[in-house]
């Protein structure tokens, strides 16, 4: 029961570090709530991997993944540029009021429809419903950040939340497959993350900025 409480708590703590992620206006600070909330996730992993000792090989996978090799990416091309975010699409105020409302849509669908969305028996218990609820709130965060964020450095850490949301998803609904471990280790997105940090540091050597709204004078 104390390590169910602990899940719980754990993955409730990934909404506050993903609105910070998202929110906060210095790319520095968004950097130390994604290697915050990476660490949190890492927890989650290894308190289930007590529960199911093979999750221990996906534990130490997302902590050198997510926390070493992804953390390090963003620093590098955070340090190379403007510690300050351009201007988001949505000021603060509304996006608070649209991340709560993101939150509390996802926690009641995944208690009304417990079923479709929990599809093991396992996941209609607590505190899997409220991780799979947990889960959905930050892949959506992670979206709503990508589609409102002008800063290109702010649209990688969405996807970075995006993914983050689909773990906890999937440790989740099946924390006992073997198959959980192979698919959690192996979708990570170091390579996709690396891509996109390329391509974020060349819009900045051509442009002078990070900020995406260049990139329609490409057609010209």
Not at 112 to 126: G, N, Q, S, V
Not at 157 to 179: K, Y
Request: hydrophobic share 55%.
């Amino acid at each position: 029961m104390a390590a169910m409480e602990t899940i719980r708590v754990l993955s409730l703590a990934l909404i506050l570090t993903s609105f910070a992620a998202v929110e906060l206006r210095n790319l520095r600070g968004a950097l130390v709530a994604y290697m915050v909330q990476a660490l949190l996730l890492v927890a989650i992993i290894f308190v289930f991997a007590t529960l199911h000792p093979p999750l221990f090989i996906w534990g130490v996978t997302a902590l050198v993944t997510k926390f070493g090799i992804i953390s390090w990416l963003l620093a590098q091309s955070i340090h190379q540029g403007e510690a300050q975010e351009y201007p988001p699409l949505i000021e603060l105020l509304p996006s608070v009021f649209i991340i709560g409302l993101l939150a509390i849509a996802t926690y009641r669908l995944t208690h009304i429809y417990t079923t479709f969305l929990a599809p093991t028996k396992l996941a209609t218990e607590e505190p899997f419903r409220t991780n799979v609820a947990v889960a959905l709130t930050v892949f959506l965060i992670g979206l709503y950040g990508i589609l409102t964020r002008r800063d290109a450095l702010k649209v990688v850490i969405g996807l970075c939340l995006m993914e983050n949301g689909a773990h906890l998803s999937l440790v989740s609904l099946a924390p006992g497959m073997r198959e959980t471990v192979l698919i959690g280790v192996v979708t990570d997105v170091v390579i996709a993350v690396g891509l996109l940090l390329y391509i974020v540091n060349e819009i900045r050597r051509q442009f002078g900025s990070t900020d995406s709204f260049h990139l329609s004078e490409l057609r010209w």
